[in-house]
């Protein structure tokens, strides 16, 4: 289970598309949106300046302390990047899976005393559409015929199946779950991009990434690093005559 945990919070894709971003977001167009990275590396880039000419002039240091320094701060860049992109990288994901969800769920559509296969996207307000045990709802309606066990995991994260029945205040269903028992015959309520799961996905693509406790942390870290670095050369710069 811990391997299985492990390979879905860690995918390969994801992995390396968040290794590249990390370095795409070393654009300083992109950096200056985050003041205190944006400090960390225009002190990067002096730090390779000052490493570059210490391997020429002994007054700029040692070449081998010069070159730790700015490879401490260089992978400082890359690993705060690399967080904000994995990030990024699994609500993205999260999105397409929902998405996927919406789209190839097959229906079966329920057209005069014939039941037709389409697309859960070809759904429309008033259509009626039929589901069996081991059926993926395709869309959101209410229940007019039948009763059935429902798992809603997918959608509210409870394990626990719930009744849902014809005829009382427990007859909606949301499309993305799962009829696990019986047979129900349901009602469309939903206009096409108006459903629960279309709005899940808006949700999913439009919400502001909140940080995470490590980026927290990082942030003040870097931040008290900042304020020190600034302080010491502020207070320097009467010896430096």
């Known amino acids: 289970m811990k391997n299985k945990m492990s390979a879905s919070m860690f995918q390969k894709e994801q992995v390396i598309e968040s290794i590249r971003q990390s370095f795409v977001k070393l654009n300083p167009r992109m950096m200056i949106k985050k003041t205190i990275m ?83 996207s070809k759904l429309k307000k008033g259509d009626v559409f039929v589901c069996e045990a081991g059926d993926t709802i395709p869309a959101d309606g209410e229940i007019i015929e039948g009763l059935a066990s429902i798992d809603e995991s997918a959608i509210t994260g409870e394990s626990a199946p719930v009744i849902r029945e014809a005829g009382g205040d427990k007859s909606s269903v949301t ?17 096409p991009g108006e459903s629960f799961l279309d709005k899940m996905i808006a949700l999913v693509e439009g919400a502001s990434r909140q940080k995470t406790p490590n980026e ?26």
């Not at 009829?179 to 939903?190: A, Y």
């Not at 942030?219 to 710069?237: E, P």
């Open 38 to 120: 944006f400090t960390v590396e225009v002190v990067t880039v002096i730090m390779l300046v000052v490493t570059l000419l210490s391997l020429f002039t002994p007054e700029y240091g040692t070449f081998g302390y010069n070159l730790c320094v700015f490879l401490i701060l260089f992978v400082t860049l890359l690993f705060a990047n690399f967080a904000e992109a994995i990030a990024e990288a699994r609500g993205k994901a999260q999105a397409d899976s929902l998405r996927k969800t919406r789209e190839e769920t097959p229906a079966k559509l329920v057209i005069g005393d014939k039941v037709q296969t389409v697309s859960s």
């Open 175 to 191: 499309g993305g779950t799962k009829v696990l028992s019986d047979h129900i015959k349901v009602l469309v309520t939903q206009q």
């Open 216 to 241: 927290i942390a990082l942030t003040i870290l870097l931040a008290g690093f900042t304020l020190v670095f600034v302080i010491v050369c502020v207070t320097l710069i009467p010896f430096a005559d």
